[in-house]
C-alpha cells in the first residue's frame, strides 16, 4: 500500500473510533481555541505596547512577548497532548471518555509535565541559539550560504528532537519520570518500533499536507462558484465571504485532523510499548506512519 492510501486507510480508521467517542473533538476544540486566545492576547499586547524610540529596547520588548507566548502555547500543547492521550487510550479500549477523567489524569502527573515542559522549551530555545549563532559565524561567506546552512543545521537538529522525544507525553503518562529518563525511554520505543532510519514523511506527514490542500481546494472552488453567479460582488463583501468559509473549512478540517491524529499516536505507542495492534488499526497502517530514508550520508 503506497503513503496516499496508507494515510486515507489511517484516517478513515481513526474516523471510525471519533465516531464512536466523539467527546474526543471537544478536546481538540478547547485546545485550538486556546491557542487562539493566547495568539490573540499576544497580538493585541504586542499592536498596543508603547513604542520605546531606542531600537534595541524595542526589539526586546517585542522579542519578550514572544517569547511569553512559546512558553505559554508550549505549556498549553504538552498538557492537552497529556489529556488527549488519556482519553484516545480510553477510546480505543472501547471504554467512555471523560473529561474529568482526561484531565485528571494529566493534572495528577502535572508535576512530570511541568520538568517536561521547561526541558524542552529549553532545547528549543539552545536550537535556536545554535542556528542563528551558526547564520552569524558563517555570515563572512555570503548571506545566503550561511542561511541555507543554519537552516538545515537547525532543521537536523529539531528532526532529530522530535522522532527521540516523539514518545515522551505518553511515556510520562504512563510511566512518570523526571525529563532524562523521560527521553531515554521514548528514543528506545521509538527506535525498537520503527527504527533509526526514518523520517517523518510517511503517512502522518502527507495527511497534514492533505487536509491543507483540501481546505485550499474545497474555498477556492467555493469561492469561485460564488463570483461565478455574481460577478459584480462587492470586494470587501467577497473577501468577507471567502475568509469566513475559509476559516470554516481549515477550522473543521483541522478539528478532525487533530482528533484523528490523536487517536492514531495513542495506537502507535500501545504498538511501541506492546507490541500489540490495538482497536482497528493493523499492522500496515502503523508502520506506514514514518517512511524510510532513501539515501545514507554515513
Known amino acids: 500500500m503506497n503513503t496516499i492510501k496508507l494515510a486515507l486507510a489511517r484516517l478513515r480508521v481513526s474516523l471510525t473510533v471519533v465516531k464512536s467517542h ?29 513604542i520605546p524610540s531606542d531600537y534595541f529596547a524595542q526589539q526586546s520588548a517585542i522579542g519578550a512577548v514572544f517569547l511569553a507566548v512559546f512558553f505559554i502555547l508550549n505549556l498549553i500543547g504538552i498538557f492537552f497532548a497529556a489529556t488527549f492521550f488519556s482519553a484516545a487510550s480510553t477510546a480505543l479500549a472501547g471504554e467512555k471518555v471523560r473529561f474529568s477523567e482526561a484531565f485528571g489524569a494529566a493534572w ?48 537536523v537538529l529539531q528532526t532529530g528532537w ?19 529518563p523521560t527521553i531515554k525511554r521514548s528514543a528506545s520505543l521509538f527506535k525498537r518500533s520503527f527504527g533509526e532510519d526514518v523520517t517523518a514523511q510517511g503517512s502522518l506527514f502527507l495527511l497534514g499536507v492533505f487536509i491543507f490542500w483540501l481546505s485550499g481546494c474545497l474555498v477556492g472552488l467555493i469561492n469561485f462558484t460564488i463570483f461565478t453567479i455574481n460577478p459584480a460582488i462587492d470586494t470587501l463583501i467577497f473577501g468577507i465571504v471567502a475568509g469566513s468559509i475559509f476559516g470554516t473549512v481549515l477550522a473543521t478540517l ?8 490523536a487517536v492514531f499516536y495513542a495506537s502507535l505507542y500501545r504498538f511501541a510499548e506492546t507490541g500489540d495492534y490495538v482497536g482497528p488499526f493493523n499492522q500496515e497502517i502503523i508502520s506506514g506512519a514514518f517512511a524510510k530514508k532513501k539515501t545514507k550520508f554515513f
Open 162 to 180: 522530535s522522532l527521540a522525544a516523539y514518545f515522551a507525553v505518553p511515556v510520562i503518562m504512563t510511566h512518570p519520570d523526571s525529563p532524562i
Open 22 to 50: 466523539k467527546v474526543l473533538i471537544w478536546f481538540a476544540i478547547i485546545n485550538i481555541l486556546l491557542f487562539v486566545a493566547v495568539l490573540g492576547v499576544a497580538g493585541w499586547s504586542v499592536g498596543n505596547m508603547p
Open 254 to 261: 483541522v478539528i478532525i485532523g487533530t482528533t484523528t491524529r
Open 108 to 155: 495528577a502527573r502535572r508535576k512530570y509535565l511541568a520538568q517536561w515542559w521547561l526541558f524542552t522549551s529549553g532545547i528549543f530555545i539552545v536550537i535556536f541559539i545554535i542556528q542563528f549563532g551558526l547564520e552569524k559565524v558563517l555570515s563572512v561567506f555570503g548571506k545566503g550560504a550561511s542561511t541555507l546552512i543554519s537552516t538545515l543545521t537547525g532543521g
